[in-house]
């Protein structure tokens, strides 16, 4: 197409980039293109921070996964409102969607928690579930794994996270990892064997983390325990709609963390330590001032 960059990205916008692999963010103006018949315009009121984020900014995938190019923007759970007239695209593709329209700080790990228990008929009560990490997204899993009657253990290399799992969050049971290489968080390089020795016949381990490296996968006890191993990620406008609508009838919310736009490198500074409980959500709407 031709014409100058205003005239192709007429649409002024500004917020946080990644210059290069070192991660650190700091404002950055940008333009999009003009808004068109079947687009949607979002005010971004609340961004949570997942540890996606960091790998993104940080280009920890690669080429494996998804190779970053900079400036590099992250940002994938948010909460916003629409600024733009919506009745062009319900005309177009008639679907709901009032499920993402809120001027509350909301989490959606909730729907990354919540739609693996489901999809995978692992929402019946009296099932067994084991959360590996208790972090944004394992402390939602274990709200919602409660809330289909599942007894629930957590597993993890902290012993000082017992008290918080069981009496707090509402697990049956909690089980230390002894070496803290054999078992860690499901954003990390971790072992899969010991975990899947802790599968009964026709189990099933299911990923919602993305570690930076490659897991090695050992394939002859899924054959000799009929065990699997499976994958899950964001739900679409259904299952997301279904997870608001059962997370209210069960009261299940996120723990989050407000914290302001500035503070961001702080944040992941934190997140990499593993210190917060159990999510960020920066306050876009009250504190991203543009330059």
Known sequence: MGGTPEDVHPQKAFGWAARDSSGVLSPFNFSRRATGDLDVTFKVLYVGICHSDLHFIKNEWGADFISSSYPAVPGVVYSEKPIKDLSVVYSEKPKDLSVVYSERPKDLSVVYSKRPIKDL????????????????????????????????????????????????????????????EQIQTVSAVHPLLPLIGLLKT????????APDKPLELPVLPLLLGRKMVAGSGIGGMKETQEMINFAAKHNIKADIEIIPMDYVNTAMD??????????????????????
Request: proline share 3%.
């Open 121 to 180: 008929s692992l929402d019946k009560p009296g099932l067994h579930i084991g959360v590996v990490g208790l972090g944004g997204l394992g402390h939602m899993a274990v709200k919602f794994a409660k809330a289909f009657g599942a007894k629930v253990t957590v597993i993890s290399t902290s012993p000082n996270k017992k008290e918080e799992a069981v009496n707090r969050l509402g697990a049956d049971s909690f089980f230390i990892s002894r070496d803290p």
């Open 202 to 209: 026709e189990g099933k381990l299911i990923m919602v983390g």
């Open 270 to 291: 934190r997140l990499l330590k593993v210190d917060v409980r159990y999510r960020f959500v920066i306050d876009i709407g009250n504190t991203l001032k543009a330059t």
